[in-house]
T-cell receptor
Framework: AQSVTQPDIHITVSEGASLELRCNYSYGATPYLFWYVQSPGQGLQLLLKYFSGDTLVQGIKGFEAEFKRSQSSFNLRKPSVHWSDAAEYFC????????????FGGGTRLMVKP | EPEVTQTPSHQVTQMGQEVILRCVPISNHLYFYWYRQILGQKVEFLVS????????KSEIFDDQFSVERPDGSNFTLKIRSTKLEDSAMYFC??????????FGPGTRLTVT
């Protein structure tokens, strides 16, 4: 069965500092990988996705993520965090077939200090 | 930019009552999904729907749940007899044939 682990439940960074959110997955084949962000009271917004090709993917709001097959990881990074980035971040994995149900990690809540 | 919409944003119901959560997916999308997120827990897949039938469902999606696409635009989730443990945020999502899922803002269901 597929699973996603986000080891950090809470992370606090200072505004302007760099950020890395960890995501490890367990899946039998090459998965589709996603990062979503959820602001308080809001739905899930897609930050970026990996389907195939270049393992470093760029997303919205200055985020990027790198797929590392050997480590079964898909960590999210941002070079300089803004106060508006405070939110909950979810990594998700889905099969590369038509059904594409997503399995989510437990989420990482990001807090940004001024 | 087109978006998935959901109504109501918050639904309060008594245990044992039926509820219907409504979603309007993005108009040219073909696959539709329901997920739920119990407070403090992971987002969990419930069901996927394609070509007017369920294509995949989780063990959570038991006989108390049903989905329907009653017309060309709406996608509904019905819970026949709600339980306290059904209290959660319910998210609708949709996508085209091959692509990412777009999520709605969610409906918070509170069962008392």
């Amino acid at each position: 069965a597929q699973s996603v682990t986000q080891p950090d439940i809470h992370i606090t960074v200072s505004e302007g500092a760099s950020l890395e959110l960890r995501c490890n997955y367990s899946y039998g084949a090459t998965p589709y990988l996603f990062w979503y962000v959820q602001s308080p009271g809001q739905g899930l917004q897609l930050l970026l996705k990996y389907f195939s090709g270049d393992t470093l993917v760029q997303g919205i709001k200055g985020f990027e993520a790198e797929f590392k097959r050997s480590q079964s990881s898909f960590n999210l990074r941002k070079p300089s965090v803004h106060w508006s980035d405070a939110a909950e971040y979810f990594c998700a994995v889905g099969p590369n077939n038509a059904g594409n149900m997503l399995t989510f990690g437990g989420g990482t809540r990001l807090m940004v200090k001024p | 930019e087109p978006e998935v919409t959901q109504t109501p944003s918050h639904q309060v119901t008594q245990m044992g009552q039926e509820v219907i959560l409504r979603c309007v997916p993005i108009s040219n999308h073909l696959y539709f999904y329901w997920y739920r997120q119990i407070l403090g827990q992971k987002v969990e897949f419930l069901v996927s729907f394609y070509n007017n039938e369920i294509s995949e469902k989780s063990e959570i999606f038991d006989d108390q749940f049903s989905v329907e696409r009653p017309d060309g635009s709406n996608f509904t989730l019905k819970i026949r007899s709600t339980k306290l443990e059904d209290s959660a945020m319910y998210f609708c999502a949709s996508r085209i044939i091959r692509g990412e899922q777009y999520f709605g803002p969610g409906t918070r269901l509170t069962v008392t």
